[in-house]
């Protein structure tokens, strides 16, 4: 049986970001501060290539620059909005004036931020979006003797801690928020990786491998089930 132990003001880290911004060198400092936060990222470097993304794919949240080439970060918002996404989403622009940030707002930006800007406050303020109440958000999951601190990131077998590094607790995580789901090989690594791995790398294989032998051990049968031909279950029991 799954059981959580949630608190309020938890949140989930394992989640699915898009950045988009013409400043490649923006683009890829945003990604490696977040996915060290255990986020999934994926960048777009235009404004119709991010409105596309946005539109097509379900993120947890949406980095988006005001100022992009093709679209402006106005259009890309409302074309979001027009689709009916609940994707939360977080603006960037040079300009401070009142006027620019209340027309933003108003086009469906959840927030607002003014460069130049400090990491450390966008990564705060992602953290804080997150934790918009939708629902509680589990801290603590257990499966079976199987125990995951999310906000602490440890893992515990019977007891015993598992050492994993940061994809291994993303992959483990994500199986096990959807304990009992058969969960196809490309949404497990849509959501552990980003959209620019190679769906027909060894990867995915490589990880469950590894965490196979680390969760597993003096066990007969994997908490990690293969389904032939569609991908990997973890049951809830």
């Avoid at 933003?104 to 930006?109: C, E, P, S, T």
Wanted: with cysteine; net charge neutral; aromatic share 6%.
């Amino acid at each position: 049986m799954v059981k959580y132990e949630c608190k309020l003001f938890g949140f989930q880290k394992s989640m699915r970001i898009l950045v988009i911004d013409d400043d490649s060198k923006i683009a890829d400092y945003l990604k490696s501060n977040l996915e060290s936060e255990l986020f999934a990222v994926d960048v777009a470097p235009d404004g119709e290539r991010g409105a596309y993304l946005g539109r097509s794919n379900d993120y947890d949240l949406i980095v988006l620059d005001n100022v992009l080439p093709k679209k402006n970060g106005l259009e890309v918002c409302r074309e979001i909005r027009a689709k009916k996404k609940g994707v939360k989403i977080i603006m960037l622009s040079a300009l401070a004036d009142i006027t620019t940030k209340v027309d933003l707002l108003d086009n469906g930006a959840d927030d607002y931020l003014t460069k130049p800007f400090s990491v450390r406050e966008l990564v705060s303020r992602v953290k804080a979006l997150l934790r918009r109440p939708d629902a509680l958000i589990d801290e603590v999951l257990k499966i079976g003797d199987l125990e995951m601190d999310i906000n602490n990131r440890e893992v515990k077998r019977a007891g015993k801690s598992v050492g994993l590094t940061r994809k291994e607790f993303m992959l483990l995580e994500y199986l096990a928020k959807n304990a009992g789901r058969t969960l196809a090989q490309m949404d497990i690594m849509e959501h552990v990786w980003d959209a620019e791995l190679d769906s027909f790398s060894d990867t995915l294989k490589s990880h469950i491998r590894n965490l196979r032998a680390k969760i597993d051990i003096g066990r007969k049968a994997s908490i990690i089930q293969t389904v032939n031909g569609r991908g990997y279950k973890m049951e809830k029991d």
